[in-house]
């Protein structure tokens, strides 16, 4: 065991960590190539924002049209705050990536909320158009979608920097 209470991997565990890692540095590209594509997690992440609707339900309009995108964000973080807390840190980076994949797709719906070209489950109201409009932002619609990209871009090659990072470290670990 290390100080920081972390158990050593075995050499093929670190392998098939190491292939996680790198399918995901490259699933990522392959996200930031075609952001407006559908790539293979979207409906779990859709599915997990309609139902931050129905569990932010309790607080009026705007938290409502909020609680999808808050509950897209979240998850990711407890799933990776769980990881953490075991002192997992390689597992702690996959929901991380996870994080910053979330941000790509927020980052697509808000730069729609002007347009309102992408099709809504329900054919209800566009949240980012609600919430935009009455932050008084609407015309921002596009600059702030491209800063959530950035970010969530920042996210995602950060998340598997410190993969590679703690899978390095798990390897002195066993040594």
Not at 13 to 19: D, F, K, L, S
Not at 51 to 70: E, M, Q, S
């Amino acid at each position: 065991m290390s100080p920081d209470g972390s158990e050593p991997l075995s050499l093929a565990e670190r392998r098939v960590r190491a292939a996680i890692t790198a399918a995901l540095l490259l699933y990522g590209f392959w996200i930031m190539r075609s952001a407006d594509g559908y790539h293979l997690v979207d409906d779990l992440d859709l599915a997990i924002h309609e139902a931050g609707h129905l569990f932010f339900g309790w607080g009026g309009d705007v938290l409502v049209a909020l609680g999808g995108t808050l509950l897209q964000l979240l998850v990711p973080v407890v799933f990776s705050g769980y990881f953490a807390r075991r002192r997992d840190w390689h597992a702690a980076t996959v929901p991380l990536w996870w994080l910053g994949q979330n941000g790509w797709n927020i980052a697509r719906y808000v730069a729609d909320a002007r347009a309102q070209e992408l099709p809504l489950v329900g054919g209800g109201e566009h949240d980012w158009a609600f919430l935009l409009t009455t932050w008084n932002v609407l015309h921002q619609d596009v600059a702030i979608a491209r800063t959530i990209r950035v970010m969530a871009m920042a996210v995602m090659v950060g998340s598997v920097g410190l993969g590679w990072w703690a899978l390095r470290r798990q390897a002195a670990l066993a040594a």
